[in-house]
């Protein structure tokens, strides 16, 4: 089936440590998206790539990096330097055409301590 | 920059009433996205209205794009217990740049 996957579901790490959120998509899809979702919060864009080794930051993008070397894969590094990493994070895709909408994946929850 | 202000926050409503949620802004949109989101998943994409004035429906969901293009509305009819969840509605000022605004989200709350 087509889809995007978001690996692992649940993700714990000590605090001063880079970790890397793994987002894929079989759909065919240009645009990939990064979003990060904090209690009671609206999703706040981090980085997003429209094409293959481009992307841009978002509103968010500070202690956060991507790649975009395979059009399937969106890889996010929280890094060491994103002061309150501890959030739920989403991945979404897009084909990237007038009026077509995102689909997302399952979300990734990343606990740092 | 574009904010969503999304109201109300929390609701908490008996099965079978309806419920209706909104979302405004200072910004002009082009495009008003309205999506469920259940505990511990992605958001599902409910409705899309690319239209000022459009209103569509999707079986027992009904959501407008406002004519001012700066609000938008859902109406739930005839709540179920599946239809607890939170609910985003999200904006994009430029067709095709397809970055996203998102409101704060309406907990949906139903009492059986």
């Known amino acids: 089936d087509g889809g995007i996957t978001q690996s692992p579901k649940y993700l714990f790490r000590k605090e001063g440590q880079n970790v890397t959120l793994s987002c894929e998509q079989n759909l065919n899809h240009d645009a990939m998206y990064w979003y990060r979702q904090d209690p009671g919060q609206g999703l706040r864009l981090i980085y997003y790539?429209?094409?293959?080794?481009?992307?841009q930051k978002g509103d968010i993008a500070e202690g956060y990096s991507v790649s975009r070397e395979k059009k399937e894969s969106f890889p996010l590094t929280v890094t060491s330097a994103q002061k309150n990493p501890t959030a739920f994070y989403l991945c979404?895709?897009?084909?990237?055409?007038?009026?077509?909408?995102?689909?997302f994946g399952q979300g990734t929850r990343l606990t740092v301590v | 920059g574009q904010q969503l202000n999304q109201s109300p926050q929390s609701m908490f409503i008996q099965e079978g009433e309806d419920v209706s949620m909104n979302c405004t802004s200072s910004?002009?949109?082009?495009?008003w996205l309205w999506y469920k989101q259940d505990p511990g998943e992605g958001p599902v994409l409910l409705i899309a209205l690319y239209k000022a004035g459009e209103l569509t429906s999707n079986g027992r969901l009904t959501a407008q794009f406002g004519i001012t293009r700066k609000d938008s509305f859902l109406n739930i009819s005839a709540s179920i217990p599946s239809d607890v969840g939170i609910y985003f509605c999200a904006a994009r000022l430029i067709q095709g740049a397809q970055k996203l605004v998102f409101g704060q989200g309406t907990r949906l709350t139903i009492n059986p």
């Open positions: 910004s002009i949109f082009n495009t």
């Open positions: 790539s429209q094409i293959v080794n481009d992307f």
């Open positions: 979404a895709s897009n084909p990237h055409r007038v009026n077509t909408e995102a689909f």
